[in-house]
């Protein structure tokens, strides 16, 4: 399965500016999701992150690792409509410097589901180098109701 950017944003909440994914070039439901983000000089972020030397924060990549591990849970049927939230992130490793021009490739596969929660372990990588990686854990909740 593939998506665009309409697509992800019927299946993710997340909007400009904190939609860090543009593109799902494969997803198996329950399962993986491959996602990339395309880096570009004039996101927000480069205006104080630096801006004589600007270098997208780890924080940022962690979250698109953690938005192409939504995409694999909110895919499956049964999530449909639910929320995805962070529980937490262990072991993460920022092995290069993504900046402005980078496409970041980003893989993130669940490893386990114990109800409600989830596990995966994400790379996201530049050129084929690896430039982050980590064991990220999920939340799946129930979006509240819209008041008129």
């Known amino acids: ?45 480069f205006m104080g992150h630096f801006p004589q030397y600007p270098v997208m924060p780890g924080v940022l990549i962690i979250e698109a690792m953690a938005q192409t591990g939504a995409i694999a849970l909110l895919t499956m049927p049964e999530n449909k409509g639910k929320l995805v939230f962070f529980g937490g992130i262990r072991y993460a490793r920022f092995r290069r410097q993504v900046v402005p021009g980078d496409v970041l490739k980003i893989h993130c596969e669940l490893t386990k589901m114990r109800g409600p929660i989830g596990f995966g372990t994400a ?26």
Do not use: K, W
């Not at 665009?4 to 993710?12: E, F, G, T």
């Not at 799902?24 to 329950?30: K, L, Y």
């Not at 790379?123 to 008129?148: I, M, Q, Y």
């Open 1 to 45: 399965m593939t998506l665009d950017i309409r697509a992800i944003q019927a299946v993710l909440p997340h909007r400009y500016p904190f939609l860090m994914i543009d593109r799902v070039d494969e997803c198996e439901p329950g399962r993986y999701a491959d996602a990339v983000r395309c880096v570009s000089a004039n996101e927000m972020q």
């Open 123 to 148: 790379v996201a990588t530049v050129g084929g180098e690896r430039a982050a990686e980590a064991e990220l854990s999920f939340a799946l909740g129930d979006a509240p109701e819209a008041e008129n």
